[in-house]
């Protein structure tokens, strides 16, 4: 009978492996399929009544108001997305570039980008709440002194802003995430090459869409799939700035407010329901995972080995 | 057509100055190789005639145009790179063509000259794949197809042997070689290999700390170097220097014999250049300078024997194979009439008659 022995780097890979499984699997892996198994009962707060198989899931996407909740906050995420995808992302990649051509002034304004990353969610969002302040916010004010003062507004307070409000500080927050991504994958393009370029254009425009571009597709693959995957949990900064029922008049609702609502009550709106909630947590997942695979995938395939 | 004049070329980078006023003109249709020891500043002379880096200070004049800030795509001027820099996202014809249809060439026109350049380079069968699939002779010859398409006034190659073994490199030479007789452009190549300057070169320029040794052919290099870093740098196993004092018709080495002096002017001390093939060994005493094998080096067809001189220099000297000598056997080395180098003690310049 062979004989399992332990030895010196196994008992290492062991000891640095079993303790970090654990925790995965106790507040990962066990509360996602808990998730699973509760969309599929029905639920009294905290008590678990009847199994009724796939009626949550019914409920939350065909069910009105549920319906209309479902579509209006999944509408909300999607235009976070594609804003946040140009504002983020774009911009980031613009900086990039910029920071990596060494214009002068770079090394302060690596640092200057990236320095908002590090402040917590939570500052940026009161602090950004402040700027928007109807009468003493530094926007309206900035707006009144070079003369626009009919441009001034409550940017939080009305529907047609409010949504766009918040992706703008998100936008600022966040910024220098794909910044730094794309600039690490430009710093890895062999100057040769970019002398090679330089030989035979000086158009930045054919360089940036020729050459750099395809170049950093392993940068664009994590801040896109990233930005995704963030744009449909989106909660933080909504919950803080809009608040938890997404207002004014659910404009800044998104799935992670209306699930949060949903699955564990509001102070507005006393119901609360697991049932349902989880179901909305099981969709959003699926979902996210299904897209964020599919983008991956297709994006990895426009990688090339430098 | 191409006519390149460099003028009082200086480079700065920062307050550092590593070119110090470089002055040479380049023929149309010369090659020219630029050589030196690492750090001499060929490569970047290389890149101000390619327009990568701004000229400090100077003038570089290409067919009657001044260039100096001119855009390197718009100098007429096309560069292979030591790490061949192929788009890794592009196939060979795609590498090919982008540089080509940038210059506003039509579909047609640009098909052609890849088809022409792959021909001649042998890659019609490699058109379709990607550099990393390339080996590195094939990466070299799509770098060169590269350069060819845009029909540049002027080649420039930066070291572009040095990432070919060695077997591969002897043979990239030749082909280079050749596509220079086939398309008779200009061609500024740089190494820091002095075998593949001579092989190469129409004329060598020979530089060191960022000034211009010599510049010349080949020939003229290795019979007449200008002074004594020429003269080292240029032939294998090297030149010895032996610092002698010319006294009368005898050129004498500090406690070791002494030589017959050719013409030259003045007595005084000195500095004999002797290459391999310029001296002869003998084992009996006879009239030369004194010294004792310290190893040698067996070649087939023929050897070096390693000789240190009673003043302590370190000799080669080239002897036919059958010919081998034992580590400190002591020995007389004679110079071969006419085949003695002379430089001043002073600044290493040739002393002519």
Redesign the interface.
């Known amino acids: 009978m062979p004989q399992f022995r332990m030895t010196g780097r196994g008992l290492w890979i062991t000891v640095l492996i079993v303790p970090p499984l654990c925790f995965v699997a106790l507040f990962i892996v066990y509360p996602i399929i808990s998730a699973f198994a509760y969309a599929f009962f029905d639920w009294q707060g905290l008590r678990r009544l009847d199994f009724v198989g796939l009626e949550n899931f019914h409920t939350v996407l065909f069910v009105e108001p549920y319906r209309s909740w479902t579509l209006n906050a999944f509408k909300n995420n999607i235009i976070v997305f594609f804003a946040l995808m140009v504002l983020q992302n774009g911009l980031g990649f613009i900086l990039a570039y910029a920071l990596w051509r060494e214009l002068p002034g770079a090394r302060f304004h690596r640092i200057a980008v990236f320095l908002p990353v590090v402040l917590s969610t939570i500052i940026v969002a009161y602090l950004f709440k402040l700027f928007y302040h109807p009468l003493f916010g530094v926007v309206n004010i900035s707006l009144k002194s070079i003369g626009l003062g009919e441009w001034a507004q409550p940017w939080l307070g009305q529907s047609g802003t409010a949504l766009w409000s918040i992706i703008a500080a998100q936008a600022w927050h966040m910024v220098g995430f794909p910044t730094l991504v794309f600039l690490a994958g430009m710093q890895r393009i062999p100057g040769e090459i970019l002398d090679a370029v330089r030989m035979e254009t000086e158009s930045e425009w054919v360089k940036i869409t020729k050459i750099v571009w395809p170049l950093v597709a392993p940068s664009a693959t994590i801040v896109f799939t990233l930005l995704f995957v963030g744009a449909f949990n989106w909660f933080e900064l909504p919950y803080i700035m809009g608040g938890l029922d997404g207002s004014p008049f659910g404009s800044t609702d998104v799935l992670g407010l209306y699930f949060y609502r949903t699955a564990f009550g509001n102070v507005s709106a006393g119901q609360q329901d697991f049932g349902l909630g989880s179901a909305l947590a099981v969709l959003i997942f699926i979902f996210i995972a299904a897209i964020a695979a599919v983008i991956t995938t297709r994006l990895r395939a426009r990688e090339i080995q430098l | 057509m191409a006519q390149l004049s460099l003028r009082g070329i200086k480079k700065r980078f920062r307050d550092t100055e590593v070119l110090h006023g470089i002055d040479l003109e380049i023929g149309d249709r010369e090659f020219v190789v630029f050589v030196g020891p690492s750090g001499c500043g060929k490569s970047t002379l290389l ?1 101000l005639i ?3 880096d701004p000229i400090s200070d100077g003038e570089f004049v290409l067919n009657g145009h001044r260039m100096n800030d001119v ?4 100098r007429g ?3 292979v ?3 061949y ?5 592009m196939d060979v014809y795609e590498n090919m063509a ?2 080509a249809r ?1 210059m506003g060439l039509d579909k047609a026109e640009v098909e052609r000259r890849i088809a022409e350049a792959a021909q001649m380079l042998r890659l019609e069968a490699l058109l379709k794949r ?1 550099p ?1 699939e390339l080996s590195g002779g094939q990466r070299q010859r799509v770098a060169i197809g ?1 350069a060819l398409v ?1 029909k540049p006034d002027v080649f420039l190659l930066d070291e572009p042997l040095s990432n070919l073994d060695a077997a591969l490199r002897s043979e990239v030479r030749l082909e280079i070689a050749k596509l220079h007789r086939e398309i008779g452009g200009t061609m500024i190549y740089v190494t820091h290999d002095q075998v593949e300057a001579m092989t190469l070169a129409d004329k060598i320029v020979v530089m060191n700390n960022g000034r211009i040794e010599q510049v010349g052919s080949p020939r003229e290099l290795y019979e007449t170097p200008a002074n004594t870093f020429v003269a080292t740098f240029i032939g294998s196993p090297r030149m010895t220097l032996v610092d002698v004092t010319h006294e009368g018709d005898r050129l004498a080495m500090a406690n070791g014999g002494s030589v017959a002096a050719g013409t030259l002017p003045g007595p005084g001390a000195l500095k004999l250049g002797l290459r391999p093939d310029g001296v002869q060994l003998h084992r009996s005493a006879s009239e030369g300078f004194a010294g004792r094998v310290e190893y040698t080096e067996y070649l087939g067809d023929n050897a070096y024997v390693y000789v240190r001189l009673a003043n302590g220099t370190l000799l080669s000297a080239r002897t036919t194979p059958n010919d081998l000598y034992t580590p400190d056997e002591a020995v007389t080395v004679s110079v071969t009439p006419g085949a003695a180098h002379y430089f001043s003690a002073e600044d290493g310049r040739r002393l002519d008659p």
Not at chain 2, 71 to 74: F, N, Q
Not at chain 2, 85 to 89: K, S, V
Request: without cysteine; charged residues 25%; hydrophobic residues 40%.
């Open positions: 890149r390619a327009g990568l855009a390197p795509s718009r001027i096309a560069m790179f030591q790490s820099a192929l788009y890794p996202h982008f540089g940038l990607k990393r590269r845009r």
